[in-house]
């Protein structure tokens, strides 16, 4: 999944006005981004596959280190524990983090380990049996939680706007056609896993950041404008 782990952080944050952004924007994709850092140093290793699933066109071969379960709560707490001076922004940041697993579940292609190593692997598989509709399935996940999530901030006089297109940006941007990954497959070791590894923590943290400056700033501009509200 990706969008649909963007697409959850703006719930979340709907919900949590005071709480900052970032740590929930740059939780949902802790895993992804520290994914791509441990594919670019070889300790996780995927495997170009062009029938892989709609948008990816790899095989996450071994990617234990961060997406299996254990290392998924470990990960998770850790990035929470972070902002231990912020209860609320603690316990935020760490649930916007597992949610990326919970959210990965139902499309990983049975990659996902339950330890670094172990043999049980879970993943409903919709990437591999649904392909191109799983990308659209996707689609339709990040509208229901993004309409939510824009009635809320409407509630607040908060514009969601700009964050909506750079999701629309990215949705398409992360598609079959369009999906940059479908080059880097096709490249020699090793520029293939360290491009993929690249992709992989820059598609996280570049939006993440980006999202987070958006909703920050359409914040501050409705606080200007009601300041009573
Ligand atoms: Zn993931």
Sequence with gaps: MYTGHLAAGLLIKSYAPKVKCWPILLGVGWLDILDGLFIVLGANLVTPDLKSGPYLFFDLTF????????????????????????????????LASFSHFLLDWPMH?????????????????????????????????????????????????????WPLVVMTVAFFNLSPWLSPMKHVATLPEPATHILHGILVTSGFLLPG??????????????????PTA
Excluded: C
């Design 63 to 94: 990617i234990d280190w961060d997406h299996s379960l254990l290392m998924a709560a470990f990960w998770s707490a850790a990035w929470g524990a972070l902002f231990w001076r912020n209860r609320m922004t603690a316990v935020l940041a760490g």
């Design 209 to 226: 950041l980006l999202l987070s400056w958006l909703v920050d700033r359409a914040q501050s501009t409705s606080a200007a404008s009601n």
């Design 109 to 161: 292609n049975f990659d996902l380990a339950l330890f670094p190593h172990s043999s049980e692997h879970i993943g409903y598989g919709l990437w591999g049996k649904w392909g191109t509709w799983s990308w659209v399935a996707e689609g339709l996940f990040d509208v229901l939680l993004l309409v939510i999530a824009r009635r809320n901030f409407a509630a607040r006089r908060v514009s969601l706007t």
